[in-house]
């Protein structure tokens, strides 16, 4: 299975056997982990795999059982604070994601609160970077797949609803490159990912608005944070998609993109 095929496949996994990982199967996922290719260089980055044991008394704040997430293995994602870190995170982490669901390994992206401090010393992340999320990982409990077997089950927004008021008519090309982008997981499904199409560019954006769900997260959690981590992740998702259909895309940020109640991430040119 390639990645573009995980794109489909890939669902978040909340239960997990206590089955240790191979030494093959760490050190493919290591090297899927040194191989990662970043939005932007110059935010510097770092991950650490730990055990549950390592890790343990530094995740149990969960707030909500939502963050709640035991398994047996967990990197932690220590990224230097700067402008568009977290969507730089979201882009660069996804691939390795894709990469557990090829080698059939469940996962689950873990952004609610946990204490921040605690895991950076724990992890042995170096003082600049902040352990912004947490990928949970490891074979799944029995009788649970770490696969979706329906695409049509996840939840997902229809596409219609994510392009924005001004956008132009779509290619079949652009329709199945931005179907990737919709499976992309997201903080609590919120699918904050908006496109808008102009000439030879695709904008991509975050919808700024809170239902009643968001505003009452947003008291627990960095909600803007988390979703332009989504952002980056659907945008790894485009580039996957992309590449599997031979089209040659560049990522640019453009000046003078904002919008009411939405925030400009980065555009494809293509
Ligand atoms: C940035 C981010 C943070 C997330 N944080 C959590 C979390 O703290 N706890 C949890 O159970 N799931 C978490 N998730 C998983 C989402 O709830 C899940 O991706 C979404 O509901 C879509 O379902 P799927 O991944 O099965 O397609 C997070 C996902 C993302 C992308």
Known sequence: ?????????????????????????????????????????????????????????????????????????????????KKRCAENVGFSVEPVVLDLTRWKIGSCWLGANFDKEKVRKKAGLNEELEPIVLIAFGRTAENKS??????????????????????????????????????????????????????????????????????????????ERLNRIDAGICLSHLKIAADHSSKDLSLKRLEGMEKKDYNYIISLEG
């Open 146 to 223: 770490p696969w979706r077997d329906n695409r049509k089950n996840a939840g997902r927004k229809e596409l219609s609803k994510l392009l924005l008021d001004e956008t132009d008519p779509l290619s079949k090309k652009w329709k199945k490159i931005l179907d990737a982008g919709r499976y992309a997981p997201s903080a609590v499904n919120s699918q904050p990912w908006r496109f808008e199409k102009e000439d030879g560019l695709l904008h991509l954006y975050i919808a700024e608005k809170q239902g009643l769900l968001k505003s009452t997260l947003n008291k627990f959690v960095n909600l």
């Open 1 to 81: 299975m390639n990645r573009y095929r995980a794109i489909y496949r890939r669902k978040s996994t909340r239960e997990y056997s206590d089955e240790q990982l191979s030494k093959g199967i760490m050190k493919k996922i290591r090297k899927s982990v040194d191989k990662i290719k970043k939005l932007y260089d110059d935010i510097d980055m770092d991950i650490k795999i730990l055990k549950r044991d390592a890790l343990k008394s530094a995740v149990s704040g969960f707030i909500f059982d939502y963050g709640k997430v035991d398994s047996p293995y967990y990197m932690v994602v220590g990224t230097e604070k």
